[in-house]
């Protein structure tokens, strides 16, 4: 396929993502519902269906030599499509926030001044390995009354396709324009440089994948970027923590599941607890297997670790995004020292202080300079579903247009409305 021919197609649908979000914006909720409560309706009839289509990415996967995690993102099992149906009927059942009117105030001129929530209009979504991203994207993009165009990874297109196909279906059961979701069918990379490339057609880019990916788009878009680099994310074990109470949420956080962006990959405890402390989350992370690179300080305090991966910590681990049973440890003075290193080192993504002193938590989430603040709880609640959100599009790191999981708002704008009963300005 010539380049020229990629630029056909990607001008094509952009041109019909742009008229389709026309329609889409002054959709009634209860249609935008419909097309949601359609699309779980199929999800589930379709099932078997599309885990043989599932089966042909599957098969090629593992001819090309793709690592069995990779394979595994790529399944569509029937948990996973479950998941995604009743993702839908939760959106559906969420309040419809567009055409929603905050902060309407009189002014002295006598004209009241306020702000209504619409639509962006038209996101382009790339994303690689899971297929069920194009269920989340596309049904966050009808509830949230926007167009969306999808570019999946060429490892998942038999996947999305078929799924794409349903949400058409979907879409044109409740009345609502067939291009308001479209899916890029081929898999030429220059097709992620054409829409990327498009301002008259397309409003936002989010990208889903690889540091790789984000960067790329980050450098080439003449479009907005919602972007979500990496999560290199921290827990600090404060001088004032419930020990017990740490112990449990710094095992959650890091080992409850190691691929998510939203796990913990730092872990920083105070001086005075230190010595009591990391012998007992080193025993915790011996028994998992997960390799300790610590500062000198906590090394030697972990050495009488039975079975412990012990590994002198580097200037770059303090910036590492593991994503797998791997954690840094350093010992600091207090909390000062905690904020002062996150800020300097974490990804912005979400951070968590394990205390009992409420001037250090609230010094925490004021000075911490991050998405998502916590206070004692796992990094792993930082997710749209977690957070009421009904589902996420992505955790954007940025501070514009969004900051942490986007959801339904996180796919809006706000204009300025003005009502009057024929004031003029003096």
């Given at each position: 396929?010539?380049?020229?021919?990629?630029?056909?197609?990607?001008?094509?649908?952009?041109?019909?993502?742009?008229?389709?979000?026309a329609?889409m914006?002054?959709?009634?909720?209860?249609?935008?519902?419909?097309?949601?409560?359609?699309?779980?309706?199929?999800?589930?009839?379709?099932?078997?269906?599309?885990?043989?289509?599932?089966?042909?990415?599957?098969?090629?996967?593992?001819?090309?030599?793709?690592?069995?995690?990779?394979?595994?993102?790529?399944?569509l099992?029937?948990?996973?499509?479950?998941?995604?149906?009743?993702?839908?009927?939760?959106?559906?059942?969420?309040?419809?926030?567009?055409?929603?009117?905050?902060?309407?105030?009189?002014q002295?001129?006598?004209?009241?001044?306020?702000?209504?929530?619409?639509?962006?209009?038209?996101?382009?979504?790339?994303?690689?390995?899971r297929p069920?991203?194009?269920?989340?994207?596309?049904?966050?993009?009808i509830?949230?009354?926007?167009?969306?165009?999808?570019?999946?990874?060429?490892?998942?297109?038999?996947?999305?396709?078929?799924?794409?196909?349903?949400?058409?279906?979907?879409?044109?059961?409740?009345?609502?324009?067939?291009?308001?979701?479209?899916?890029?069918?081929?898999?030429?990379?220059?097709?992620?440089?054409?829409?990327?490339?498009?301002?008259?057609?397309?409003?936002?880019?989010?990208?889903?994948?690889?540091?790789?990916?984000?960067?790329?788009?980050?450098?080439?878009?003449?479009?907005?970027?919602?972007?979500?680099?990496?999560?290199?994310?921290?827990?600090?074990?404060?001088?004032?923590?419930?020990?017990?109470?740490?112990?449990?949420?710094?095992?959650?956080a890091?080992?409850?599941?190691?691929?998510?962006?939203?796990a913990?990959?730092?872990?920083?405890?105070a001086?005075?607890?230190?010595?009591?402390?990391?012998?007992?989350?080193?025993?915790?992370?011996?028994?998992?297997?997960?390799?300790?690179?610590?500062?000198?300080?906590?090394?030697?305090?972990?050495?009488?670790v039975?079975?412990?991966?012990?590994?002198?910590?580097?200037?770059?681990?303090w910036?590492?995004?593991?994503l797998?049973?791997?954690?840094?440890?350093?010992?600091?003075?207090?909390?000062d020292?905690?904020?002062?290193?996150?800020?300097?080192?974490s990804?912005?993504?979400?951070?968590?202080?394990?205390?009992?002193?409420?001037?250090?938590?609230?010094?925490?989430?004021?000075?911490?300079?991050?998405?998502?603040?916590?206070?004692?709880?796992?990094?792993?609640?930082?997710?749209?579903?977690?957070?009421?959100?009904?589902?996420?599009?992505?955790?954007?790191?940025?501070?514009?247009?969004?900051?942490?999981?986007?959801?339904?708002?996180?796919?809006?704008?706000?204009?300025?409305?003005?009502?009057?009963?024929?004031?003029?300005?003096?």
């Amino acid at each position: 396929m010539n380049a020229l021919s990629v630029t056909e197609i990607m001008q094509t649908l952009g041109l019909q993502a742009k008229t389709a979000s026309a329609l889409m914006a002054k959709a009634p909720a209860a249609v935008k519902n419909k097309a949601l409560l359609v699309l779980a309706r199929l999800l589930r009839e379709q099932t078997d269906a599309l885990q043989t289509d599932n089966a042909r990415d599957l098969e090629r996967a593992r001819a090309a030599g793709l690592a069995e995690p990779m394979v595994d993102r790529l399944k569509l099992t029937p948990k996973v499509l479950e998941t995604c149906a009743q993702g839908c009927e939760q959106l559906a059942a969420m309040p419809d926030v567009i055409g929603e009117i905050l902060g309407m105030k009189q002014q002295p001129s006598g004209i009241r001044v306020g702000q209504m929530r619409v639509p962006i209009g038209v996101f382009g979504m790339i994303y690689e390995s899971r297929p069920n991203v194009t269920i989340e994207a596309a049904s966050l993009s009808i509830k949230s009354g926007n167009a969306c165009i999808l570019r999946g990874g060429s490892e998942a297109i038999d996947s999305n396709k078929a799924l794409a196909r349903l949400v058409v279906q979907a879409l044109q059961e409740a009345g609502l324009p067939e291009y308001a979701v479209q899916l890029v069918h081929t898999t030429d990379r220059e097709a992620v440089g054409q829409l990327i490339t498009m301002p008259q057609y397309v409003d936002v880019i989010i990208p889903r994948g690889g540091k790789g990916l984000i960067e790329r788009i980050s450098r080439d878009a003449k479009v907005p970027v919602i972007k979500h680099l990496d999560g290199n994310c921290h827990t600090y074990v404060d001088d004032s923590a419930d020990l017990a109470m740490a112990l449990r949420v710094v095992e959650n956080a890091k080992t409850q599941k190691y691929s998510p962006c939203n796990a913990t990959e730092s872990l920083l405890v105070a001086r005075s607890v230190a010595a009591q402390f990391l012998p007992q989350i080193g025993v915790v992370f011996a028994s998992k297997g997960v390799e300790m690179r610590g500062c000198p300080e906590s090394l030697a305090l972990l050495r009488g670790v039975e079975g412990a991966q012990l590994l002198p910590a580097t200037e770059q681990d303090w910036s590492e995004e593991y994503l797998g049973p791997i954690i840094s440890i350093k010992v600091v003075a207090g909390v000062d020292e905690a904020i002062a290193h996150i800020n300097q080192y974490s990804s912005h993504h979400t951070e968590a202080i394990l205390t009992t002193n409420h001037v250090h938590a609230q010094r925490f989430l004021r000075e911490v300079d991050s998405s998502s603040v916590m206070v004692n709880a796992s990094t792993r609640f930082a997710d749209g579903f977690e957070y009421g959100l009904g589902a996420e599009i992505g955790i954007s790191t940025d501070k514009f247009h969004a900051r942490g999981p986007v959801g339904i708002e996180g796919l809006t704008s706000l204009k300025y409305i003005v009502l009057g009963e024929g004031e003029v300005r003096s």
